[in-house]
T-cell receptor, first 112, second 112 residues
Framework: SQTIHQWPATLVQPVGSPLSLECTVE??????LYWYRQAAGRGLQLLFY??????ISSEVPQNLSASRPQDRQFILSSKKLLLSDSGFYLC???????????FGSGTRLTVV | GQQVMQIPQYQHVQEGEDFTTYCNSS?????IQWYKQRPGGHPVFLIQ?????EVKKQKRLTFQFGEAKKNSSLHITATQTTDVGTYFC????????????FGTGTRLTIIP
């Protein structure tokens, strides 16, 4: 069966520090991968998506970046965090087409 | 760009009462999905509707896709405390766009 792993679960980082969040999927190949951010009590904002290794599409220009170094690995990064980067970061995957998204358990990031 | 709105934003109901959330898209959709996010958790896929006028049921939950494929609803009969959470609809564009656009969500709280 397919599983998605996301870590860490919680993170407190100072302003200006770097960020690296990792997401891996098991049990499938060539998944479509997504990074979402959810502010407290708000909806889901799509940040990046990838349909293959090295293929990254950005939805929102900001100080975040994403990379897909392997087929089932998706990384969200920042060189210098801002206070506004705080939120709940969710990774998701789908096999594409008409299938639903499977979300990871998320990372709660607080920038202080 | 495509926008998906949900109403109401919040709903408080007595346990045992019914609940309905409505989803409206600015454009025609190829399909619509529904997700549930428990407090502190991540969104979980519930169902997908594809056909115009389609109605699907999952126990006490009834999902409907509008005839024009621009709106959808989720109705819960006789709510229980386990129904607490935020319900999101998510629509995929009419031309097979892989990305989902998530609605703004409806947060349901149950008064015991």
């Amino acid at each position: 069966s397919q599983t998605i792993h996301q870590w860490p679960a919680t993170l407190v980082q100072p302003v200006g520090s770097p960020l690296s969040l990792e997401c891996t999927v098991e049990g499938t190949s060539n998944p479509n991968l997504y990074w979402y951010r959810q502010a407290a009590g708000r909806g889901l904002q799509l940040l990046f998506y990838s349909v293959g290794i090295g293929q990254i599409s950005s939805e929102v220009p900001q100080n975040l970046s994403a990379s897909r170094p392997q087929d089932r690995q998706f990384i969200l990064s920042s060189k210098k965090l801002l206070l506004s980067d705080s939120g709940f970061y969710l990774c998701a995957w789908t096999s594409g087409g008409i299938y639903g998204y499977t979300f990871g358990s998320g990372t709660r990031l607080t920038v202080v | 760009g495509q926008q998906v709105m949900q109403i109401p934003q919040y709903q408080h109901v007595q346990e045992g009462e019914d609940f309905t959330t409505y989803c409206n898209s600015s454009t025609t959709l190829s399909n619509i999905q529904w997700y549930k996010q428990r407090p502190g958790g991540h969104p979980v896929f519930l169902i997908q509707l594809v056909k115009s006028g389609e109605v699907k049921k999952q126990k006490r939950l009834t999902f409907q896709f509008g005839e024009a494929k621009k709106n959808s609803s989720l109705h819960i009969t006789a709510t229980q405390t386990t129904d607490v959470g935020t319900y999101f609809c998510a629509g995929r564009g009419a031309f097979g766009n892989e990305k989902l656009t998530f609605g703004t969500g409806t947060r349901l709280t149950i008064i015991p």
